[in-house]
């Protein structure tokens, strides 16, 4: 089961993917793109990711206690999605046009739908377990939930791509021991028919 840190390590894998298939072109440099937010001052870097919400997923079958060593049971671990805005630094000194935000804009769509899926083992290569692959896919969400996002970090909307990275399992530390067994009864009923 993913540990705590499957949360950061998504976001690393979606900037990591960036930093390999856009750089140099769009994007000069791999230190161009960062995980940031908009509210940021005083940053220079061209692509922001944004993780802004993070939500248990009800609608994911949750699995039973599971079964560790003899006497012990684990909670099953949680499912949560992932809320992510990825948007081109207003305040970068890169001096971006127009054209040149859709051209970017356009090719984190592309790569992130090429590469719309990571297996939890990718991210923590210590998972002995199987679990289902993280899926990216785009956010659906309205333009004026959009607009409240911005709001919230007192920002102007500006052109931004919304996605939606789940199931991502979230482990649990609650261990429950179950008592051992220390005595076991049977008996034997015999009847005019024979044994039962």
Same mark, same amino acid.
């Given at each position: 089961?993913? @540990?705590?840190?499957?949360? #950061? @390590?998504? =976001?690393?894998?979606?900037?990591?993917?960036?930093?390999?298939?856009?750089?140099?072109?769009?994007?000069? #440099?791999?230190?161009?793109?960062?995980?940031?937010?908009?509210? @940021?001052?005083? $940053? @220079?870097?061209?692509?922001?990711?944004?993780?802004?919400?993070?939500?248990?997923? =009800?609608? /994911?079958?949750?699995?039973?206690?599971?079964?560790?060593?003899?006497?012990?049971?684990?909670?099953?671990?949680?499912?949560?999605?992932?809320?992510?805005? /990825?948007?081109?630094?207003? #305040?970068?000194?890169?001096? +971006?046009?127009?054209?040149?935000?859709?051209?970017?804009?356009?090719? $984190?769509?592309?790569? $992130?739908?090429?590469? #719309?899926?990571?297996?939890?083992?990718? +991210?923590?290569?210590?998972?002995?377990?199987?679990?289902?692959?993280?899926?990216? =896919?785009?956010?659906?969400?309205?333009?004026?939930?959009?607009?409240?996002?911005?709001?919230?970090?007192?920002?102007?909307?500006?052109?931004? +791509?919304?996605?939606?990275?789940?199931? $991502?399992?979230?482990?649990?530390?609650?261990?429950?021991?179950?008592?051992?067994?220390?005595?076991?009864?049977?008996?034997?009923?015999?009847?005019?028919?024979?044994?039962?």
């Amino acid at each position: 089961m993913a @540990d705590y840190t499957i949360i #950061s @390590d998504v =976001s690393a894998y979606i900037v990591r993917t960036l930093r390999e298939k856009m750089c140099p072109e769009p994007i000069p #440099s791999p230190n161009n793109i960062e995980i940031s937010s908009p509210a @940021d001052q005083d $940053v @220079d870097y061209i692509v922001g990711l944004y993780l802004y919400d993070v939500r248990e997923e =009800s609608d /994911v079958t949750q699995r039973p206690l599971m079964q560790r060593g003899q006497v012990q049971l684990q909670r099953p671990p949680r499912p949560y999605g992932l809320y992510y805005m /990825v948007f081109i630094n207003g #305040s970068s000194q890169m001096g +971006l046009k127009a054209p040149d935000i859709q051209k970017i804009i356009g090719r $984190v769509a592309q790569i $992130v739908n090429d590469n #719309s899926s990571v297996l939890p083992n990718q +991210l923590q290569t210590w998972l002995d377990t199987q679990e289902p692959p993280i899926v990216l =896919s785009q956010a659906k969400i309205s333009l004026e939930e959009k607009v409240r996002v911005w709001q919230a970090i007192n920002k102007p909307y500006q052109i931004s +791509l919304f996605y939606k990275a789940a199931p $991502v399992f979230l482990s649990s530390e609650v261990i429950i021991n179950t008592p051992r067994v220390a005595e076991a009864t049977f008996g034997l009923h015999i009847t005019g028919e024979g044994r039962e």
